[in-house]
Nanobody
């Protein structure tokens, strides 16, 4: 499956952005979809993921209550609505797909089957 993230940009602290991830290739609804982020010099960090049908979601503590992950299987697209953004949310955001069973725990980077190219999110103070 091929993934393409978009929607990143520059926003002031307290603002909002919505990232999108368009998927092509194999059946989108067969994958657990997710988001990771990375800042220079640090490992990729799990942000959130969502089950096949979009019924179940799980978030990193750092974004819980501020970010919302969703998917539209008819459009082969996943979203990340980011509200109340903080400077520490600045990172390159990657969308991911994996064929493993969804569990309400953080996905490890090694557990991801497919990575999209990242989109930069910059939050100014």
């Amino acid at each position: 499956v091929q993934l393409q993230a978009s929607g990143g940009g520059l926003v002031q602290a307290g603002g909002s952005l919505r990232l999108s991830c368009a998927a092509s290739g194999r059946t989108f609804s067969q994958y657990v979809m997710g988001w990771f982020r990375q800042v220079p010099g640090k490992e990729r960090e799990f942000v959130a993921h969502i089950s096949y049908a979009g019924v179940s979601t799980y978030y990193a503590d750092s974004v819980k209550g501020r970010f919302t992950i969703s998917r539209d299987n008819a459009k082969n697209t996943m979203y990340l609505q980011m509200n109340s953004l903080k400077p520490e949310d600045t990172a390159v955001y990657y969308c991911t797909a994996d064929a493993r069973t969804f569990r309400p725990v953080p996905r490890t980077a090694s557990g991801v089957d497919y990575w999209g190219k990242g989109t930069q999110v910059t939050v100014s103070s």
